[in-house]
């Protein structure tokens, strides 16, 4: 199998904490997703930086990545002997594998279980899979389906690769990073394991209107000079429906108006806010009767 340089791919040291390698994939995700990217190969670097993060931000995994040593991107190369007894199913050929296939289930979330069973049982392998959905879908829920291929055991114990559709409903609520396991929904196991598992990694696509910080959800607001000033009610769109929101008098540029219960959907029922965040705007043309109002909340001004 051909190595990958999944330090390299995430523009991090080798010896980079955890919280650098969740900044560099989150900074480079926004640069690549490919609704937003127009880089013309975002769509590969988008997947190829999904398949690192999900090995190096598992600290088992990425035990396991380090123990293969150091190769060029692209070299061919087999892990050394002993890799699998201690990381992955004692006895696995690498034949026919790729790599995002032998860090799919290994250390962590495999390891644990792989023992489990009858003598010889072999449990087939978890799998980590990126999906983006609109704020809408998070606001409602949505389901997917997913295209995956599997790494699964033969009756010998070989492995193969199977290609398998998975529909997931993603329940309402969802939010950015946040991992959804479909227990059963992964490789097969052999010889008595039980089937593995996949897991969605969740991210929000990027929206027009909407800032995210986890249920709350941030718009900017738009108000003249003089409904900020004396205050006005003006219209704002939420996730649900346009609602009607006071600007008092005196509001000043930056000033965050809350809308409870106008955000996300959260686990344990209710919702998170939605923070309207003034700017003072001047339309390009005052009409006369607009004028008038600007020079009367003047007038009013200390």
């Known amino acids: 199998m051909k190595f990958k340089d999944y330090y390299e791919i995430l523009g991090v040291k080798r010896d980079a904490t955890a919280d650098e390698i969740k900044k560099a994939y989150r900074r480079l995700a926004r640069k690549y997703h490919p609704d937003v990217s127009k880089e013309k190969d975002a769509d590969a670097r988008f997947k190829e930086m ?34 699998s007894t201690q990381f992955g199913d004692a006895g696995a050929t690498f034949d026919g594998m790729d790599f995002a296939d032998l860090f799919a289930g290994l250390a962590g979330r495999q390891g644990r ?60 609520g969802a939010t950015e990073g946040q ?81 409870s219960g106008r955000g996300l959907p959260t686990p344990k029922g209710g919702a998170g806010d939605l923070y309207a965040i003034v700017e003072i705007a001047m339309p390009p043309e005052l009409t006369e009767r607009e004028r008038s109002t600007s020079m009367m909340s003047g007038s009013l001004a200390p």
């Open 50 to 83: 999904a398949e690192a993060y999900a090995t190096l931000k598992d600290s088992e995994k990425r035990a396991a990545y380090d123990q293969l040593g150091r190769h060029g991107s692209g070299e061919e190369f087999r892990p050394p002997p002993g890799w």
């Open 113 to 172: 279980g792989a023992r489990r069973g009858p003598p010889g049982a072999i449990r087939g392998r978890d799998y980590e899979v990126a999906v983006p959905i609109t704020l809408e879908d998070a606001f409602r829920g949505t389901e997917v389906g997913l295209d995956l291929t599997t790494a699964e055991f033969d009756e010998h114990g070989m492995p193969q690769r199977v290609p398998r559709h998975v529909t997931a409903r993603i329940p309402k």
């Open 179 to 259: 991992s959804l396991r479909l227990p059963g929904q992964g490789g097969k196991g052999a010889k008595g394991g039980r089937d593995g598992d996949v897991y969605l990694n969740i991210s929000l696509r990027p929206h027009r209107l909407y800032r995210v910080s986890g249920h709350d959800l941030f718009l900017d607001l738009p108000v003249t000079p003089w409904e900020a000033a004396l205050g006005a009610t003006v219209q704002i769109p939420t996730l649900a429906a346009a609602v009607n929101l006071k600007v008092p008098p005196g509001t000043r540029a930056g000033q965050q108006l809350r809308l």
